[in-house]
């Protein structure tokens, strides 16, 4: 059994570079020095997606080595803080029966930036929330190619899946339509449009998938079709306070549920900007 693992990591403006051109997010805080420095960061921040490959991968590999008598898993995180850049962080992990825990933290100043967890959990009940789209399954294969990992490796697979279903949801038009209820007046196409406009943190992650990612050859999966929907984006808070926006993602193989994705994000208050 592993006991408090931990591995090394130092992001720089080629990793942004990388998860952007699988993302399409280019919201300049990752990129433009004088733009974070303006909102508070001192260096360049990572995307939180692109830093939470890391975290999945370590955890997922970790638990390979006992998988829980679980048909699917769950994986959770809490996004405390910004990954900055040129900074060296450390993520430790903490094995216990049937799950594992990754804390990453800051190396010099001991700070907490993200939480995780991955464990086994019940069955994935697909829920009807809307219209059915599909990806063949030669589209899924590129955007393999495109993912800045390696989907070959069973403790990668899932986080392909997971990444690919990120940058479906905030592409969507509906998570745009429901945003523009309460950013109203912002010029976007896309969710990520308006990442560059207004400030907009993650602050939650959370993934149910099927146990077959670590089970199975992930051929499987990379060269099969994909069926996704988009469920209804849930918003609370206000202008004063700041928006909290919760969107999530469904998607199923022609054999069944595959997984889930949620994510939660957070605007900062806009009666000050």
């Known amino acids: 059994m592993i006991f408090n693992t931990i591995f090394n990591y130092n992001y720089n403006l080629s990793d942004a570079e990388r998860w952007a051109a699988f993302s399409g997010d280019y919201n300049p805080i990752h990129f433009d020095l004088q733009h974070a420095q303006h909102l508070g960061q001192q260096e360049l921040t990572v995307h939180g997606m692109r830093a939470m490959l890391d975290i999945k991968y370590q955890l997922s590999a970790a638990l390979l080595a006992r998988l829980p008598d679980a048909d699917f898993l769950r994986f959770n995180?809490?996004?405390?803080?910004?990954?900055?850049?040129?900074?060296?962080?450390?993520?430790?992990l903490s094995p216990a029966i049937g799950q594992v825990s990754g804390n990453l933290l800051d190396t010099a100043r001991g700070e907490n930036c993200f939480n995780s967890k991955l464990r086994g959990a019940p069955t994935l009940v697909l829920t009807e929330s809307g219209p059915w789209a599909s990806l063949s399954a030669d589209n899924v294969y590129q955007f393999s190619q495109q993912f800045p990992g390696d989907t070959s490796q069973p403790a990668e697979?899932?986080?392909?899946?997971?990444?690919?279903l990120f940058k479906l949801l905030v592409a969507a038009p509906e998570t745009l339509a429901t945003a523009k209820q309460v950013l109203s007046g912002v010029q976007a196409d896309t969710l990520i449009d308006i990442f560059r406009h207004v400030p907009v943190i993650q602050t939650h992650h959370d993934v149910h998938f099927s146990t077959d990612f670590l089970r199975i050859d992930p051929h499987v999966f990379v060269r099969s079709a994909l069926h996704y929907a988009i469920e209804p984006t849930l918003i609370v808070g206000n202008p004063d306070d700041g928006w909290v926006l919760r969107s999530a993602i469904q998607a199923r193989s022609d054999a069944g549920p595959l997984i889930t994705t949620a994510v939660t994000l957070k605007t900062w208050p806009l009666a000050a900007h």
Do not use: E, I, K, M
């Open 77 to 92: 995180a809490r996004l405390r803080q910004p990954v900055l850049c040129n900074t060296s962080y450390h993520l430790r």
């Open 157 to 164: 697979c899932w986080g392909f899946f997971d990444a690919l």
